[in-house]
């Protein structure tokens, strides 16, 4: 074997059974996530269609439980004003004492959200359907609001945050919506993303992140 290329953004696992197999870890390669995801965000019409509907579900909760959006979807929301063009999927966190109301909410709008095996964090995911046909993968992860603390995990990572970042979210604008992100939003992206989290880099890879790493 002289290369083998990961193309799915479960990295961590994938690369454990690897290395488990006897793969050198040279012989891996990551690419960058631009290159790993389905540019679901490209076409105008799914971004309009998408943040209509992400809207509409962050409205309803908006008076007991702030959903908000994190990951990659906060990073577009921020420094694009929109969906970020490369990306393939919808970020989102939520207090954990709203799970079931969110969960029967979902399903009651033809959703069919699914726990996620061995998450750390309560998630669940789903597929946000599109009116033109196309379907966006969501996740959401559940925090505990109660405490003033708690342990955020992706992949090798690992963030502790202040719980009040997503409790007393900030709003933006996203095709004329007012969506809600974490406050304030440039400690969080600096915090997952780098100090230069403002500026594009195509070439960002798993190896990026600036939280704390969990080895394995």
Not at 67 to 94: K, P, Q
Not at 99 to 117: R, T, V
Not at 177 to 198: C, D, F, I, R
Request: aromatic share 12%; proline share 4%.
């Amino acid at each position: 074997i002289e290369k083998i290329v990961i193309t799915s953004g479960y990295v961590k696992n994938i690369l454990k059974q690897l290395l488990k197999l006897g793969i050198r870890r040279e012989f891996i390669f990551i690419p960058p996530k631009s290159q790993i995801e389905f540019h679901l965000f490209s076409d105008k019409q799914v971004r309009r269609e998408a943040s209509a509907k992400l809207y509409d579900l962050m409205n309803k909760f908006s008076v007991n439980a702030n959903i908000v959006a994190v990951g990659g979807t906060a990073l577009g929301f921020v420094r694009e004003g929109d969906f970020l063009h490369w990306d393939g999927d919808i970020d989102l966190f939520a207090p954990l004492d709203s799970k079931i109301e969110l969960i029967n909410f979902l399903k009651s709008q033809g959703y069919k959200p699914n726990g996620e095996s061995g998450s750390v964090m309560n998630s669940i995911k789903l597929d946000m359907i599109l009116d033109i046909g196309i379907t966006v993968p969501m996740s959401v992860d559940f925090f505990d609001s109660s405490s003033d603390v708690f342990t955020d995990t992706f992949e090798d990572y690992s963030w502790e945050w202040r719980t009040k970042m997503f409790t007393k979210c900030e709003k933006v604008k996203i095709h004329g919506k007012s969506m809600n992100v974490t406050s304030p939003p440039s400690e969080y992206l600096s915090q997952v993303y780098g100090a230069s989290w403002s500026l594009p880099n195509p070439n960002f890879n798993y190896k990026d992140y600036n939280g704390k790493v969990n080895q394995f």
